[in-house]
């Protein structure tokens, strides 16, 4: 199992699962009772510039003769992304104004440290993650009537079943992720459809170096971290 990780909201939810270490199966080896401990991940918030904390690391001991397979898994808080500053909060936020008008007024409402061509390679990360997140979705509530006004954009629907799905919460998408197990947006099925759909969207390194040209899905290092 590659990329295993797990969500938790708070500290007694964390706690729960660390009492249940020992009892737990590595998710890559599955070997049980090799689990410990092993330190924390933190980066930098994007709405505050601090450097917060993130998630906390799982080890498979292969250490003192023990016989786990000796990699690490991350047990993440649900509010954060990985490999993203964005925390689910603003991501929802932005989602909800960007469904209702033009991208560029959505990321200007949101007032942010970072640059557009983040925003707009983050609603691109979301267009391609709506069927996974609409699969996802259906397994937990059916699919929701159509809005009284009615919509041309998929993602509006998407976003009406996410609420539907997780009413009631703060952040949805933070709900989503801990029932889920699953980051909302995720990088590795970005890469895999993106030689599939969305013409036009499949950054370039030519992409890179021209503004004119529509932001390409890659993160640059620089709005990456971990
Ligand atoms: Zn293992």
């Known amino acids: 199992m590659v990329g295993?990780?797990?969500?938790?909201?708070?500290?007694a939810d964390l706690l729960t699962i660390v009492q249940r270490l020992k009892?737990?199966?590595?998710?890559?080896?599955?070997?049980m009772g090799m689990l410990i401990r092993h330190g924390a991940l933190q980066g930098i918030d994007e709405t505050s510039g601090q450097i917060v904390l993130r998630a906390r690391r799982?080890?498979?001991?292969n250490r003192n003769a023990r016989t786990g397979c000796g990699r690490t898994f991350s047990l993440w808080l649900?509010?954060?992304?990985?490999?993203?500053?964005?925390?689910?909060?603003?991501?929802w936020k932005f989602l909800k104004l960007a469904i209702h008008g033009p991208l560029e007024v959505a990321i200007r409402a949101l007032n942010s440290r970072l640059?557009?061509?983040?925003?707009?390679?983050?609603?691109?990360?979301?267009?391609?993650?709506?069927?996974?997140?609409?699969?996802?979705?259906?397994?937990?509530?059916?699919?929701?009537?159509?809005?009284?006004?009615?919509s041309h954009r998929p993602e509006v629907l998407v976003l009406a079943h996410l609420l539907a799905a997780?009413?009631?919460?703060?952040?949805?998408?933070?709900?989503?992720?801990?029932?889920?197990?699953?980051?909302?947006?995720?990088?590795?099925?970005?890469r895999r459809l993106l030689p599939l759909c969305l013409p036009g969207l499949r950054g370039t390194a030519?992409?890179?170096?021209?503004?004119?040209?529509?932001?390409?899905?890659?993160l640059l290092p620089e709005e990456l971290e971990q």
């Not at 295993?4 to 500290?11: C, H, I, K, N």
């Not at 030519?206 to 890659?218: E, V």
């Open 23 to 31: 009892l737990t199966p590595c998710p890559h080896c599955r070997v």
């Open 166 to 190: 997780f009413p009631s919460v703060a952040c949805p998408i933070a709900a989503f992720q801990h029932a889920a197990r699953k980051f909302f947006c995720s990088r590795q099925m970005e």
């Open 4 to 11: 295993a990780s797990w969500f938790y909201r708070d500290a």
């Open 58 to 61: 799982v080890f498979c001991s």
């Open 206 to 218: 030519s992409d890179r170096q021209s503004p004119q040209q529509p932001g390409p899905l890659f």
């Open 115 to 150: 640059s557009d061509r983040t925003w707009q390679r983050l609603w691109r990360r979301f267009l391609l993650a709506q069927s996974r997140i609409r699969t996802e979705l259906a397994n937990r509530c059916p699919v929701p009537p159509p809005p009284e006004t009615p």
């Open 78 to 91: 649900t509010d954060k992304i990985r490999r993203l500053k964005v925390n689910t909060s603003r991501l």
